[in-house]
Each structure stands twice: as C-alpha cells, then as structure tokens.
C-alpha cells in the first residue's frame, strides 16, 4: 500500500507539474489507527492542489474533538467543507476511512476503505471533472516523442489551432487557456505518453474568473 500511495503522489506531481509539499516519515505511529499508517510512513502529512493530509501534531490535538465523536480521529481536509477521518476501531468490518461534510446533519459514517482510494477518488473528481476547466502547458517535445502525436491531440482541443502549429512546438512552453479539464486531463495522460512533458495549472470551477 504504501508503494501504491508513492506511485499515486508522483502521477498526480508529474500530471499538475508541481511537486506535492511532503514531511520526513513517522518512525513511531503506535497513536495513529492502522489504516493511516501508509501514508504515515511515507510522509508526515500531505499538501496538495485539492485536500491536505494533516501532520500527526495536529491530528493528535483534534483527537478527542467534540465534532467528530470519540470513535472517529481527524486527519485532513479538502479546502471546502468536508473532513477526513479514520475509525479507532478499524478493525470492526466496516469502512474505515470517512469524506464527511461538516456542514450536512449526515452522521459520520465510513467511506472508503483505505487512504489510497480516497485520494484516488478526490484526485479523480478534481481533474476528471466537466465543471472544472485548466490550463495545458507542453513544456517538452524531444524528438523521440513524435512531435506530430502531440500536434494532434492539441488540435482535438483547439480547433482553431492554425495550420503552424507544429512549429510552434518549437517555442515551448506552449500553453492552451481554459480547456474543459475533463479533456484536458486526457490530452495531457496521452501527451505524457508519446515521451514529451505536459502538465495542468490552474484547475478551477467552471464559472471562475
């Protein structure tokens, strides 16, 4: 798992182009639930675009807050409204992982079954997302990467791109400006494929300025 939690954190660094901020590992976690015990040994905690993971100084001064009951310990957040927990209990059958919105009258209950598919889960929603839309830069085409390959896939995005545009590859970074990030997550997954470097920036809502 916690191999799996490292390969998850370098795709989602190398798709968004910016290095995820992480801590030194946990050497002792005996006061964490076991499920959070990947993702401990591999970092104190976690920062990226969409949520963060705390750092245990600060798990363990909200251990006992009255919000999340005395079954349940917080370990992060997205930058919205919901929280993520762990079950003290985890070993009780049910889920043990809960995304749970601190605004809703929704009793805290399990939804995940690790670390790992919750951050899959919420990477997912942040880039495969119809509502969202990014900006697509292509930073590097080698020749080995078939410039072509990548002149096709950012036409399907742009049809206006004019007739020149492979010479453009030339005079990199090249950045196309408020691509449905649905689409833009998949030219930049196809783009990574044919050897060159692209990546999103600036992942927002839809209606954002």
Do not use: K
Request: glycine fraction near 6%.
């Amino acid at each position: 798992m916690p191999d799996q939690i490292v390969h998850l954190v370098r795709q989602i660094a190398r798709e968004l182009g910016d290095a995820p901020l992480l801590f030194p590992p946990v050497e002792s976690a005996t006061n964490l639930p076991a499920p959070l015990l990947p993702l401990y040994s591999f970092s104190d905690g976690l920062e990226l675009p969409f949520l963060r993971f705390a750092r245990t100084d600060e798990i363990h001064e909200l251990t006992h807050h009255h919000l999340f009951g005395e079954h349940w310990v917080w370990f992060g957040e997205d930058f919205g409204f919901t929280d993520y927990l762990c079950r003290f209990d985890a070993d009780d059958g049910g889920l043990p992982i809960a995304s749970w919105d601190r605004e809703s009258d929704i009793p805290i209950e399990g939804t995940h079954r690790s670390v790992l598919d919750l951050l899959h889960e919420e990477y997912s929603r942040f880039v495969e997302n119809d509502m969202h839309v990014a900006d697509l830069h292509v930073s590097a085409v080698p020749p080995e990467a078939v410039p072509m390959q990548v002149v096709r896939v950012i036409r399907s995005l742009n049809s206006q791109a004019v007739s020149g545009l492979s010479a453009d590859l030339r005079d990199l970074p090249l950045v196309l400006d408020s691509i449905p990030c649905d689409l833009a997550i998949e030219a930049v997954r196809t783009i990574l494929g044919t050897g060159a470097t692209a990546f999103l920036r600036n992942v927002r809502p839809r209606t954002a300025g």
